[in-house]
């Protein structure tokens, strides 16, 4: 197999401040930022990554990733954002019990707006659990990842991440490219088969 470029259109989604650009930054190579800079409508960052494909082999990834603020005042402008987009990473904070439970929403709008394309489920800022009582368990972000399952009609596993300590950051994307690669593939032969 010669070996090309994949573009693929991504959004990260979930509540304000859970940690959705700290991600990207992360994913980016850059220094985590304490401070909250809230996302205004979007932002956009791009990425190249040679990624390991289960059952193929490495393969080379554009990432597009839009950035899409969590503030309740852009829901509508959030849609058009969508348009395009092949996977979602839909991020709560393990710390913030209202983040988790507006997640399901996440996923309504995702699959509304983009298509029922793969969703990889973030319960972020795990280092938290060591200072904040009561944080949301890994048993509770699997029965999260469950019902958003139903949402997108197909599996969506849960990863959980520290964008400050830059824990799980990779894996939560090469997660995504795995998915999003091998549903790009069905509806490639699901094509075929039909002409
Ligand atoms: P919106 O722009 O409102 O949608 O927010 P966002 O989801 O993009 O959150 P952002 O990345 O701006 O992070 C919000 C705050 O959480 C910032 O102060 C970050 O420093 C902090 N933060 C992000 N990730 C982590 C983490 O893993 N652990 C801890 N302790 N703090 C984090």
Not at 72 to 77: E, G, K, Q, S, T
Request: charged letters at 30%.
């Amino acid at each position: 197999m010669t070996t090309k470029e994949v573009l693929i259109k991504i959004v990260l989604i979930g509540d304000g401040a859970v940690g959705k650009t700290s991600i990207a930054k992360r994913y980016l190579g850059k220094e985590f930022e304490h401070e909250y800079i809230m996302t205004v409508g979007v932002d956009f960052f791009k990425k190249k990554s040679k990624i390991a494909i289960e059952n193929v082999g490495e393969i080379d990834f554009v990432w597009h990733i839009w950035d899409l603020s969590g503030q309740p005042h852009w829901r509508h402008v959030r849609p058009t954002f969508y348009r395009g987009a092949r996977g979602a990473l839909l991020v709560f904070d393990v710390a913030n019990k209202a983040s988790y439970d507006d997640a399901p929403e996440w996923a309504k709008e995702f699959v509304k707006n983009a298509g029922r394309y793969p969703i990889v489920l973030i319960g972020n800022k795990i280092d938290l659990r060591e200072s904040v009582p009561d944080c949301t368990t890994k048993d509770e972000g699997e029965a999260l990842a469950r019902r958003v399952a139903q949402i997108v009609d197909t599996d969506v596993p849960y990863i959980e991440t520290s964008a400050k300590l830059g824990i799980n950051i990779e894996d939560a994307f090469t997660l995504l490219a795995n998915l999003v690669f091998k549903k790009i593939m069905d509806e490639i032969k699901a094509e075929r088969e039909k002409s």
